[in-house]
């Protein structure tokens, strides 16, 4: 992922998102007929209203009787627009709508202006222009009987509007679907990436980072980025399409307040300029201490033995609180800054384009040179309505937006750490001579904690590592395994130097056995195998069988198949640990560790894990970590060391002639040991 290097969060996010833009523009095409679909709706309305419900108040002509003729006082009538070129086309007639009558007027009216209706007479007025006609009023059935014509069509019309719902309806599930699937197979993707990237990270990245944080990374944060894919950009992508579409219809319906609405677009894209500056601090603040709960609460459940055994609830408590506390805080006040901006700030600008709209029509379009058709109106008044759905849709997600930049950042961050590349080269089995030479290595710069170490173990040998807690002993062990590299010095193996030998392919013919040996949920035959397909059920067996593990694990209800639970917590350490024997039994690597194999085993267990150490170190080169000195006696070569320097080398009886810092140990212990 270091190709991203200097890419911002969003441009990143965005191409996670162009890896699967089949989908999203598969989504973003039937989203666009889907908003076309719908947004003919106001026009058809006012096609229904202007054309045919306002319809009959047009220019008739008296005719033969023809299909759309209309039978009036023994007289047939055909709206000007039905009439067919071979229509017999007589005298003019006009029907008036005044208040809620409809006036039949026998001429053609030509002024428009105020209308009234008095004793049979029409009056329009129009400035200093009066014009009068004589008119009757068309009762019930003779109106319905002009509306006739227009029935089939109007029909027509409302069956065209509910195909139009249908197809809009059967578009937009599909985008949904597209977009939504698109954002799973995002987050999948991500997930899998950052899972990756946490296995290529160095031991060192985790000393200074809980788990729980880490945890934090691949949940909480990119489940907010899922959110971001799945509700906020489907939001944003139909809000834009549908303020395109709306501004479109508006421009065709009139263009003077569709340029008013406009403004509308300056002032969100300055709200969301000033909601980002505040909601990205609330938000970094909100996931940091999210992160901090995380690895608290993780902590505590680790540890909650000593927790209990030391009285420290209240104290947790207390901790925990105080991190809730600081959470609610900033909770709190983007909730304000959210609330501020949803509801309050679209009810301002809906008011405002509404009183634009009233003014509009009010004052400066209702004059005696423009007529504004009640169709017209009601499509204005559609669009505007359905133009402030898409603007709510975007404001609210504002924050859902911030959160997911925020996240982003934190995943990106994690995704940018220098990794180690997998590597899969197949090299031979080590013969596994073993050499430090003038080895310098500290955890911190120029904090030394192995000063010039240099020392060889050959072929098949044990060596075993002593010396006071903190000496270097498990720095020498994380460096052969390259969990570190050293400052300074070399470390070969058959004369090859290790770092010129990928962190995989090294550490493919090295086995450990730790001082807790970590299990993982599954069964005791999956932890030896660790599900490796090339370690077959016999070979799992007969590695139990060969460190003595079928005598401690037989009066198990399902043998090796039995259960494992988190870490293994439901077996004995002893139980454990020849599990772990066996694991490194079954991998056979050429170079052993065993760290502190034994140091918290009892009395009976140790001699079937003496034992299984003594099939185990058969044709490897292996290196002890042992703080019980009686189990080293038989070592080829025994290093001791004291503040990361070796002091005193050798084999056990040339240690004790020696009578120095080794000889001072082992009659420590074996004091200690009488004394028990």
């Known amino acids: 992922m270091k190709s991203f290097g200097t890419k911002s969060t969003g441009r990143r996010l965005v191409d996670y998102a162009l890896l699967y833009k089949k989908l999203i523009i598969a989504a973003l095409l039937m989203l666009t007929v889907s908003v076309a679909a719908d947004l003919s709706g106001p026009f058809i309305a006012k096609r229904l209203i202007d054309h045919h419900l306002l319809g009959i108040e047009s220019n008739w002509y008296e005719t033969e009787n023809s299909k759309d003729a209309v039978e009036y006082q023994g007289h047939f009538y055909k709206r000007e627009k039905y009439l067919e070129p071979d229509d017999v086309k007589m005298d003019p007639v006009s029907i008036l709508q005044i208040n809620r009558d409809f006036i039949f007027v026998e001429d053609e009216v030509t002024l428009d202006g105020d209308r009234k209706f008095e004793n049979g007479t029409v009056t329009i007025t129009s400035g200093k222009e009066t014009a009068t006609y004589s008119g009757t009023v068309l009762e019930g059935e003779e109106l319905l009987r002009f509306y006739q014509p227009e029935v089939p069509r109007m029909i027509q019309l409302l069956a065209i509007y509910f195909g139009v719902l249908i197809v809009a309806a059967f578009f937009q599930f599909g985008q949904r679907f597209f977009l939504q699937k698109s954002a799973h197979r995002i987050i999948q993707k991500m997930r899998e990436d950052v899972f990756g990237q946490i296995q290529k990270l160095p031991i060192k990245y985790f000393d200074n980072l809980p788990a729980g944080k880490v945890v934090a990374r691949i949940t909480n944060d990119t489940e907010a980025i899922r959110e971001l894919y799945v509700t906020v950009l489907a939001t944003f992508f139909t809000s834009a399409i549908y303020i395109t579409g709306i501004y479109i219809a508006l421009f065709i319906l009139n263009a003077k307040l569709a340029a008013i609405c406009l403004l509308l677009l300056p002032i969100l894209y300055v709200w969301t300029i000033i909601y980002r500056k505040y909601a990205s601090k609330y938000n970094h603040q909100i996931r940091s201490r999210n992160s901090d709960i995380n690895a608290m609460v993780n902590e ?40 501020l901006t949803s509801h309050n700030l679209v009810g301002v600008l809906r008011n405002i384009i509404f ?9 400066a379009a209702l004059n005696a040179t423009t007529v504004i058709s009640l169709g017209m109106l009601y499509a204005f008044v559609d669009y505007i309505n359905r133009l402030f759905q898409p603007v709510t849709g975007v404001v609210n997600q504002l924050a859902n937006l911030e959160q997911a930049l925020v996240a982003g950042e934190r995943v990106f961050k994690l995704l940018d750490e220098d990794g180690i590349d997998v590597c899969d080269e197949i090299i031979p089995r080590y013969k596994g001579n073993v050499k430090f030479d003038h080895i310098h290595f500290g955890y911190k710069e120029n904090e030394y904690v192995l000063k010039d170490i240099t020392f060889e173990a050959k072929q098949g040998e044990t060596v075993a590592l002593v010396g006071h807690t903190g000496s270097g002993k498990s720095s020498i062990i994380n460096l052969l395994f390259r969990f570190y590299d050293s400052q300074k010095g070399t470390i070969s193996i058959d004369g090859v130097n290790i770092q010129d030998i990928s962190h995989q392919t090294l550490r493919k013919h090295m086995g450990i056995v730790l001082q807790d040996p970590y299990l993982f949920t599954g069964t005791i035959a999956s932890n030896v195998s660790l599900n490796d397909p090339s370690i077959s059920r016999e070979k799992v067996e007969k590695a139990l069988k060969d460190v003595g593990a079928d005598k401690v694990l037989m009066n198990l209800e399902k043998g090796f198949d039995e259960p494992v639970i988190e870490k293994g917590s439901t077996l004995s350490s002893g139980q454990r640990q020849l599990i ?56 080829d070569q025994i290093i001791v060391l004291d503040k ?29 040991s009488m004394a028990g």
């Open 644 to 672: 990361g320097k070796i002091v005193e080398r050798g084999s056990h009886d040339e240690l004790m002639e020696l009578k120095g810092k080794y000889y001072q140990m082992y009659q420590l212990q074996q004091g200690q």
């Open 300 to 339: 505590s459940i680790q540890g909650m033995n000593v927790i209990q055994a030391f009285n420290r609830e209240k104290q947790i408590k207390d901790e925990f609180e105080k991190l809730n506390n600081e959470h609610f805080t900033y909770q709190n006040k983007l909730l304000s800054l959210n609330s």
């Open 580 to 635: 772990s024997f066996a694991r490194a039994l079954a991998y056979d690597p050429a170079i052993l560790i065993l760290d502190e194999a034994t140091s918290s085993i009892d009395t009976e267990t140790e001699v079937i894990i003496q034992e299984a150490m003594d099939v185990l170190k058969k044709g490897r080169t292996t290196f002890v970590i042992a703080h019980r000195l009686s189990t080293i006696r038989n070592a």
């Open 355 to 363: 009183v634009a709209f009233i003014w509009y029509f009010g004052g």
